[in-house]
């Protein structure tokens, strides 16, 4: 914040926005399709979430069918597409996937998901990084679904692709951000987008992710296992623009004792 004359600047002036490759975005929310209990119910949610990204899982969805799917709920006149490869356990079918997607219109945006552990689904760091690799080379705008392991990120990095998605705790849990703090060495070691990925569970842990640095956080099983999943998709979105607006404000620092917050010097005897 800086005064001129009478004047205030402050962030909440300048525009903000972040980039994924060539894309650019103003919702640092994005959101997914499965688990409503409905596509009206799914359409409301995503309208109500702000989102401008919305991420559908290829394999779940016959691209050859006329019968109605998730992709009816997505308005693509204001929503961009994330195609993802959930469901693959190879380079190769995640590969396979993002091919027939692109060859069905979806573009060349894709999450990658390569899932190495079927209790956990945590994603299976070897076979991700050589599906990186030929997708990035291939033309594809890669965002990786990762641990929240700072090696895998710089190497992904260093792979080629746009942005990386560590999640927060296991797919679907719940759980919230169980190590804050590898994802602030993420956040210092890689100069790409940190997208926040899975384990999300309430408003406040789409905050705290916003609040560390992270550009932007995914969810679905958060908006969609709620009880009322639109209400839960205002929430989200309140929370990450006041997350992102605390980081941008700059917290108070942490301090060991108390601290009044009036001043002191001339006290009423």
């Known amino acids: 914040m800086h005064t001129t004359n009478d004047a205030v600047t402050t962030v909440v002036d300048a525009p903000d926005s972040w980039q994924v490759g060539p894309y650019t975005f103003s919702s640092r929310l994005l959101v997914g399709t499965g688990r409503y209990a409905s596509i009206t119910q799914a359409r409301r949610a995503i309208d109500e979430s702000g989102a401008e990204m919305v991420t559908v899982a290829l394999r779940r969805v016959d691209l050859t069918a006329n019968a109605p799917s998730v992709l009816d709920a997505i308005d693509l006149d204001r929503h961009t597409l994330l195609p993802n490869t959930a469901g693959c356990y190879t380079a190769e ?13 979806m573009g060349d945006l894709l999450k990658l998901e390569v899932i190495g552990c079927p209790k956990t689904l945590y994603p299976d760091n070897e076979e991700t990084l050589r599906a990186a690799k030929m997708l990035s080379e291939q033309g594809f705008v890669v965002m990786a679904y990762c641990g929240d392991d700072v090696v895998v990120c710089r190497r992904l990095e260093d792979a080629g692709v746009a942005a990386v998605m560590p999640l927060a705790a296991p797919i679907g849990s719940g759980l919230g951000i169980r190590n804050p703090h590898n ?87």
């Open 93 to 105: 079918d995640a590969v396979r996937t993002a091919h027939l997607a692109r060859e069905a219109g």
């Open 183 to 269: 994802l602030r060495l993420i956040l210092e070691e890689v100069s790409l987008p940190v997208v926040v990925d899975a384990g999300v569970g309430t408003a406040s842990d789409a905050a705290v992710a916003l609040e560390l640095g992270c550009s932007a956080v995914l969810m679905n099983s958060a908006i969609a296992g709620a009880n009322d999943p639109i209400a839960m998709a205002r929430a989200m979105r309140l929370a990450v623009a006041g997350g992102r607006l605390a980081a941008l404000a700059g917290r108070m620092p942490r301090k060991l004792y108390a601290t009044a917050s009036s001043p002191l010097d001339g006290l009423i005897a």
